[in-house]
Structure formats: C-alpha cells, structure tokens
C-alpha cells in the first residue's frame, strides 16, 4: 500500500502541467522593428531585425505602443510589408504600406509661430468690434475645427481696442464641443487693457479635425462697450447661417466669475446678437 507522502508527490507530479500553463503559457509575440535590439522597453528581448515581448500594451487596458523617435532608416519598405514607426522629424507614426510611404497621418504642430487663429471660421474681422457679450459675466462661444494637431500650446494673443472700463475683468477659454470640460482657458484679464497682448498661459494641445468651442465673457456692468479685433457678426447674414442646423455660436448656461471662465459651460443655446474676437494661439 503506497505511503501518505506518495500520494502526495504523485498529487503534486500530475497537478504540475496543469499549473504550467496558465503561469508559464503567455504566448509570445515576435515582430520585425528594425533596429539594434538595444534599449527595449520591459518585457522585451532581443536581436538586430526581431524583438520579442511577452506583452505588447505598455499597461494593461490603458496601455498602448511607445517607441523612441527615428527615421525608420532600419526598415525596408517592399510590396506586401507594412510598417510603422515614429517619426522624430513630424513627431507622428510615419506610415508605409505595401512599398507606398503615406507619411504621417496625423501631424503635430509645435513650432513657434506655427499656430492658427481661433476661431478659423469664414468671415471678414475689423479693427475693433464691440457688442462681444450679451450680458454681464455670460459665456459667449463660437464653434470651430482645429485645422491641425496643436501640442503643448502656451501663447494666447488678442487685440482689445476699446477697454471693458475700469476694475473689469474679461477672459478666454476652449472647450470640447459639448462644453463639458475646458480644454485652456486665460484666466481673468485685466478689462481696461488695450493694444496686442501676448499672454502665456498654462499649455494645452487640440486634436486636428475635432471639434471645439472658443468662448469669452466680461464682467463689464455694461458689457457691450468691450471692443477686439473681431469678426463682426450682428445684423450680417454670418449670424443666422452659424446657427440654421448645429448650434454654433452659442452661449452658455454656467456664468463667469471676474472674468475667470466656469470649468465647464452648462446647457447650450444658440444666440445671433454678438461679434466674435480673434485670437491667435501657438506653442
């Protein structure tokens, strides 16, 4: 009759297999990056041409692909290959597919100067427009497209021509397109400031072909006497076109606060008595 302690082996010897494969059977995964094998991110080894991970996300659910910027100059691009890899001149993933090179499907601008004036709609602007806010502390806002990726963006310019009046606030903020969160905002500003004022504010990026609201209030008792360089919208036909399907010069339901925009702008209704500022902004 076999002893209690060979049972026990015996137990343990037929239980290993069993164990083995959900410890030790992740799969591998081999890809061909190019490249030297060296510096690998965690998980990873490898050879010139094939790096193999035992896991591709970089942490778990909301994990994703890292890669150190190049020029791809290890990968051979032929017909039936497809590659990927960052791209440290476009600062994108840069594309090849099947021979043909597409480049960077999405671009980032982050060059001085490189910036686009907010809002990018169609329309004439003048020198000084007022009628800006309907009302004291109301959030005035105008829809428009980020024509291209903006990173790390830190520099707001605008152009008041005519002072809010005296111990006024005004202020600027982004906000997705639902107005329920704020993407960059400059803060309360000094209202009786006149002339182009550069400001730095805290950096932001927007996402080419997304949607975004460019929105802006003053504390002013008579807020009307606030003047910018400015589209000018009221009593043009700019005005009712903006709003005939998608409401997009709009105001919001959340009131400012000496001049420093709501975190996020409540219910949106669509409005047609109001000019809308011009400002630039860039990294």
């Known amino acids: 009759m076999p002893t209690w302690s060979k049972i026990k082996i015996g137990l343990l010897v037929g239980l290993l297999p069993a164990l083995a494969l959900p410890l030790f059977g992740q799969v591998q995964n081999q890809n061909n990056f190019g490249g030297t094998g060296t510096g690998l991110p965690a998980g990873c080894t490898g050879t010139a041409g094939t790096i193999t991970c035992t896991i591709l996300a970089t942490s778990g659910a909301n994990g994703g692909i890292t ?19 960052p791209d440290s001149t476009n600062h994108c ?3 090849n597919l099947n021979g043909v090179d597409f480049g960077c499907t999405q671009t980032v601008v982050n060059v001085a100067g490189s910036g686009f004036i907010v809002p990018n709609i169609i329309g004439g602007y003048t020198q000084g427009v007022s009628t800006l806010v309907e009302a004291t ?8 497209i980020a024509p291209a990726n903006l990173s790390a963006a830190t520099h707001f ?10 111990a006024t ?11 329920s969160t704020r993407v960059a905002t400059t803060g309360a500003l000094d209202g009786t400031l006149t002339g182009q004022q550069i400001l730095t504010i805290t950096s932001f990026s927007l996402v080419q072909g997304t949607s975004y609201l460019f929105c802006w209030t003053s504390d002013a008792g008579t ?13 043009s036909v700019y005005a009712n076109l ?8 709009v105001k919001g339901a959340n ?7 709501p975190a996020t702008l409540g219910a949106l209704t669509a409005i047609t008595a109001v000019n809308i500022p011009v400002a630039f902004i860039e990294p």
């Not at 502390?137 to 428009?144: K, P, S």
């Open 67 to 85: 890669g150190t910027e190049g020029t791809g100059a290890a990968l051979s691009p032929a017909g039936g290959i497809d590659l990927l890899y």
């Open 93 to 95: 993933w840069h594309e």
């Open 137 to 144: 502390n109301e959030m005035e806002c105008m829809r428009f």
């Open 157 to 166: 310019t605008y152009m008041p021509t005519t002072s809010a009046g005296a």
């Open 169 to 179: 606030h005004t202020g600027f903020a982004i906000y997705n397109s639902a107005g």
């Open 223 to 235: 807020p009307a006497t606030w003047a910018t360089k400015a589209y000018t919208t009221v009593g």
């Open 242 to 249: 903006f709003n005939a399907n998608t409401k997009n010069l």
């Open 255 to 261: 009131a400012s606060a000496a001049g420093v925009p």
